[in-house]
């Protein structure tokens, strides 16, 4: 029986929510009476607490643009000078407030290679907002914008795709030597139906960094992929009071 009632409380616990577990909300209780019933019982809270968002935001951009120093900086206030090419996908999580919600922001870096492209639909289904990272000292990256746009928008089947959130950032502004102007950029991002908000950053100097993320968590917000733990009512009996009949007809 103790099993029992473990299963049906478990079941309440979201996966992919992991801060859930140590909620001390759940309660389970056994009457000492009843030997036939056990009943799980969840203490009523308000549908903030047991409502989650979970916004996931997809980096996109060519190899060495900056996309892991991007994510790096803004999750864990990191740089490293060392690069290291992403093999297929990583991602890191951080819970924000956006427009006075608490949000759990999943965010997803992407490999850069084309030799991992066939791999998007399986990291960019479910996305609510995709950020295109281009080097602002290196115009081919620039260039190949539209390439991941589009991509994208193939790969992750919006239900809207003209009004899909994306940002772009222009990368590596503390570098001298820039190839992409700031009016060039911006033209690009007005040329899409949807008015691109742009942002220029600095992974290594921290610039613009949490400005950018904050326009990304709000953009996302609008999607608002919500993920709801499951909600029990208040008493759930795991065994039938009914009493069980014999195959003559008769109760024992």
Same mark, same amino acid.
């Given at each position: 029986?103790?099993?029992?009632? &473990?299963?049906?409380?478990?079941?309440?616990?979201?996966?992919?929510?992991?801060?859930?577990?140590?909620?001390?909300?759940?309660?389970?209780?056994?009457?000492?009476?009843?030997?036939?019933?056990?009943?799980?019982?969840?203490?009523?809270?308000?549908?903030? &607490?047991?409502?989650?968002?979970?916004?996931?935001?997809?980096?996109?951009?060519?190899?060495? /643009?900056?996309?892991? &120093?991007?994510?790096?900086?803004?999750?864990?206030?990191?740089?490293?000078?060392?690069?290291?090419?992403?093999?297929? #996908?990583?991602?890191?999580?951080?819970?924000?407030?956006?427009?006075?919600?608490?949000?759990?922001?999943?965010?997803?870096?992407?490999?850069?290679?084309?030799?991992?492209?066939?791999?998007?639909? #399986?990291?960019?289904?479910?996305?609510?907002?995709?950020?295109?990272?281009?080097?602002?000292? $290196?115009?081919?990256?620039?260039?190949?914008?539209?390439?991941?746009?589009?991509?994208?928008?193939?790969? $992750?089947?919006?239900?809207?795709?003209?009004?899909?959130?994306? /940002?772009?950032?222009?990368?590596?502004?503390?570098?001298?030597?820039?190839?992409?102007?700031?009016?060039?950029?911006?033209?690009?991002?007005?040329?899409?139906?949807?008015?691109?908000?742009?942002?220029?950053?600095?992974?290594?100097?921290?610039?613009?960094?949490?400005?950018?993320?904050?326009?990304?968590?709000?953009?996302?917000?609008?999607?608002?992929?919500?993920?709801?733990?499951?909600?029990?009512?208040?008493?759930?009996?795991?065994?039938?009071?009914?009493?069980? #009949?014999?195959?003559?007809?008769?109760?024992?």
């Amino acid at each position: 029986m103790e099993k029992l009632a &473990s299963l049906a409380c478990s079941l309440s616990y979201s996966p992919r929510l992991s801060d859930l577990r140590s909620d001390p909300t759940w309660l389970l209780s056994g009457s000492d009476e009843e030997d036939d019933s056990i009943v799980c019982r969840c203490r009523k809270t308000s549908m903030a &607490s047991r409502k989650k968002v979970l916004l996931k935001v997809i980096i996109l951009g060519d190899s060495g /643009v900056g996309k892991t &120093s991007l994510m790096n900086q803004y999750v864990n206030k990191k740089f490293s000078n060392q690069y290291k090419a992403t093999i297929g #996908a990583d991602f890191l999580t951080k819970e924000v407030m956006v427009d006075d919600r608490m949000v759990t922001m999943q965010i997803w870096d992407t490999a850069g290679q084309e030799r991992f492209q066939s791999l998007g639909v #399986a990291f960019y289904r479910g996305a609510d907002c995709c950020v295109l990272v281009y080097d602002v000292t $290196a115009l081919n990256t620039f260039n190949t914008l539209d390439s991941w746009k589009d991509e994208f928008l193939i790969q $992750a089947s919006p239900r809207d795709p003209e009004n899909f959130p994306f /940002v772009v950032l222009g990368n590596k502004i503390d570098l001298e030597n820039r190839q992409v102007t700031t009016k060039r950029a911006q033209a690009w991002c007005k040329s899409n139906k949807s008015n691109i908000p742009y942002f220029e950053t600095s992974a290594k100097e921290a610039i613009n960094v949490e400005q950018a993320f904050q326009t990304i968590g709000r953009n996302a917000l609008k999607q608002e992929s919500e993920v709801e733990t499951y909600d029990f009512t208040d008493q759930i009996k795991l065994r039938d009071d009914k009493p069980v #009949a014999s195959s003559d007809g008769c109760r024992c």
